[in-house]
């Protein structure tokens, strides 16, 4: 029976491993390799309130893991956090836990009172939970987007889709241009 729960602590040491397995099978033994050390990374230096973990667990299998982190926006007071990564084991991948691993991280996100969620990745899976293509002036990225067509947000509160004001900052594991 598929479990849901921002409960990682204890799962924190197998988070690296999934990941890079899964963009290693994707994308190539590189981008696994990246993925994995930028969510080794997100772990080791994020600060608490700064994170959120959503975890699938099968049991006591792992089977999939997404990370929320906050992005700021001085000028703005929303609360805005980025997901990403997200990660699906292979041979889970096309059963619906994305899409339910996805509801359930937004959903805790709501409950924690974040106005916004943002993403970076393929339009046509995310805007199957709400993600709609947005633009550098709906809210501006933390670094140029190599793909622009894969920023994509949604308003949590409820509010229409009103422009973030001003630029944003991502938590350090971010800070790096070939991440976007």
Not at 79 to 86: E, G, K
Request: glycine fraction near 8%; charge should be neutral; aromatic fraction near 8%.
């Amino acid at each position: 029976m598929l479990k849901l729960t921002t409960n990682y602590h204890s799962r924190a040491t197998d988070l690296p491993d999934l990941f890079r397995d899964v963009f290693a099978a994707s994308e190539g033994k590189k981008e696994g390799n990246l993925i994995g050390a930028l969510v080794s990374d997100l772990l080791a230096t994020t600060v608490r309130d700064d994170l959120m973990v959503s975890l699938a667990l099968d049991g006591d299998l792992l089977v999939g893991c997404i990370l929320f982190s906050r992005l700021r926006y001085d000028q703005d007071p929303r609360q805005v956090f980025l997901m990403a990564p997200v990660a699906i084991r292979t041979d889970r991948q096309k059963t619906g836990i994305g899409q339910k691993l996805i509801g359930f991280g937004l959903e805790e996100l709501r409950r924690r009172q974040v106005d916004w969620a943002v993403t970076y990745g393929d339009p046509v899976y995310y805007t199957k939970s709400g993600f709609q293509p947005i633009t550098e002036e709906t809210a501006r990225a933390p670094k140029p987007l190599s793909m622009p067509h894969g920023w994509l947000g949604q308003p949590l509160n409820g509010e229409a889709m009103k422009p973030i004001k001003g630029p944003s900052r991502c938590v350090s594991a971010f800070d790096n241009p070939g991440l976007w």
